[in-house]
């Protein structure tokens, strides 16, 4: 349920926002940039809403990488996010909340936007 719906969000930027993705904090070199990487990092909620069903709120923060003096390409990329972002699986109740945080890694050269996209899973216990 989990890796499944990370993995079509993954396809889904790949192919609506143009941009490549990957899961996790992966080592790039620079000539994958710009790229979006899908970190859990936020803590998740659970409840349980039938003895079979229970529902987990999971916010993953989606980093965009350019290389330093790129910003405007992380703009572009971030616009086209911001447009289809939302679209993902709307039905289940995905969407972007809480803050975006940009800053400058002067170790990596890089410039990072991070972005927290909520997506709202529901799992069942079919045994």
Partial sequence: MIYD???DLRQYIT?????????GNQELDDTKYPIVQLLFEEDGTTSTMLETELTFDMPVTLR???AKGQELSAFKVLDRIFLKINQFN????HKLEGTISPE????????VIDIIYNLKLL?????
């Avoid at 709307?90 to 109740?93: A, I, N, P, S, V």
């Avoid at 799992?123 to 045994?127: G, N, V």
Wanted: charged fraction near 40%.
């Fill in 5 to 7: 719906e990370l993995y």
């Fill in 123 to 127: 799992i069942h216990d079919k045994e």
């Fill in 90 to 93: 709307d039905h289940k109740g």
């Fill in 64 to 66: 965009l990488i350019v």
């Fill in 104 to 111: 400058y890694d002067e170790e990596q050269k890089t410039y």
């Fill in 15 to 23: 192919s609506e926002c143009k941009v490549g993705c990957e899961i």
